[in-house]
């Protein structure tokens, strides 16, 4: 069974930095693209921002441009998001999801494999 496992979740001040990590198990994400979403508290999942299998596109959400970063490193099996001054909102469970393929391109549609999710949450 794939396994992706999030880890670095967290509560943070606002205005705070994070890092979460995507590591995969029992199979390797190279080819693989790779997508974060959150879900808060009453709302939908939403996709937070993407990563292409050779890390040549990345897609991030309005509500996060310019604060959260994705980033992956194949030799570690890992994908990461960077999420600097973080607020109130950005508060969710937040899950990584695989789809194979993607080579140039990303998107947050079609994800096969699943993390279970790990809690942000930004409050003072």
């Known amino acids: 069974q794939l396994q992706l496992v999030e880890s670095g979740g967290g509560l943070v001040q606002p205005g705070e930095s994070l890092t979460l990590s995507c590591a995969a198990s029992k199979f390797t994400l190279d080819g693989y693209a790779i997508g974060w979403f959150r879900q808060a508290p009453g709302k939908e999942r939403e996709g937070v921002s993407c990563?292409?299998?050779?890390?040549?596109?990345?897609k991030n959400a309005r509500s996060v441009k310019g604060r959260f970063t994705i980033s992956r490193d194949n030799a570690k099996n890992t994908v990461y998001l960077q999420m600097k001054s973080l607020k109130p909102e950005d508060t969710a469970v937040y899950y990584c999801?695989?789809?194979?393929?993607?080579?140039?391109?990303?998107?947050?549609?079609?994800?096969?494999?699943w993390g279970k999710g790990t809690l942000v949450t930004v409050s003072s």
């Open positions: 990563i292409s299998s050779n890390s040549g596109f990345t």
């Open positions: 999801a695989a789809v194979f393929g993607g080579s140039d391109f990303c998107d947050y549609n079609g994800m096969d494999y």
